[in-house]
């Protein structure tokens, strides 16, 4: 008899999940999480920030899973890179200093085609190193930064996979002003602030490796726009090759 119970509930467990597997689930269920999630390294370090409110921002994105490294030095996450699972990088930290095997493992990432996001004061994440400078893609570094400015932001490509279906919007957060802009940045947002150079963002590839720079994020006060998350995360999935155009 108990036999024929265990194999009854047997056969019920197996219908249930074949099911399952031909019905989608009723109204109100939550939507199924991405099988596999882009994998995302943010890396922080030498300059202040509300760490919460930034983290929280990449919790919004449910098809990335990313992992927070705060540098002390320069360059840590990079000390070995033989099993290195990230697709994607974003650069928020400031005036580090790698050491040549630390550098040279970053540019061996980007040989692989690793997706590259420079934010905010990540404009000075390496600047230690010259070649830094043509990642970023300025020929000259700030003269003058200013916080808590309110200004406009204007969608300079809307064809572009990072800005399309997107409009100019108002944020509050700082500028910077004085960088020169190499040849071959392709601009993607722009400003018409005299406290601020005339592009936001940019993008461009290098070595084999898709690189955005964009300029917002210096607190929370930005991080509250909804069109800086968009933007952070359109930018995130652009680098590493998941959304379509160029």
């Not at 190499?182 to 947002?189: N, S």
Request: proline share 6%.
């Amino acid at each position: 008899m108990n036999k024929h119970r265990h194999f009854r509930g047997w056969m019920c467990a197996i219908l249930a999940a074949c099911m399952a597997s031909f019905f989608p689930a009723g109204p109100g269920a939550e939507a199924a999480e991405p099988a596999t999630k882009l994998p995302v390294l943010v890396i922080s370090g030498g300059h202040g920030y509300p760490v919460e409110p930034f983290r929280k921002v990449f919790a919004g994105f449910s098809d990335m899973q990313c992992t927070f490294v705060e540098e002390k030095e320069g360059g840590e996450a990079f000390d070995d890179i033989s099993a290195w699972p990230y697709r994607a990088m974003v650069l928020y930290n400031f005036e580090k200093k790698p050491n040549d095997k630390r550098w040279n493992n970053f540019l061996a990432l980007l040989d692989r085609g690793v997706g590259l996001v420079i934010l905010h004061h990540g404009i000075y994440a390496y600047r230690s190193r010259p070649e830094y400078q043509k990642m970023v893609g300025v020929t000259s570094w700030l003269s003058a930064a200013k916080h808590g400015m309110k200004f406009t932001v204007h969608i300079a490509d809307p064809k572009h996979p990072i800005t399309r279906g997107l409009t100019d919007f108002e944020i509050h957060d700082e500028t910077y002003q004085g960088h020169g802009l190499a040849p071959g940045m392709h601009v993607i947002l722009t400003t018409d602030h005299p406290e601020n150079s005339k592009a936001v963002a940019w993008v461009h590839t290098v070595r084999k490796s898709r690189v955005c720079y964009f300029q917002l994020g210096h607190d929370h006060e930005a991080y509250a726009a909804p069109q800086f998350g968009e933007i952070l995360g359109r930018a995130i999935r652009w680098s590493a090759g998941g959304l379509d155009g160029n």
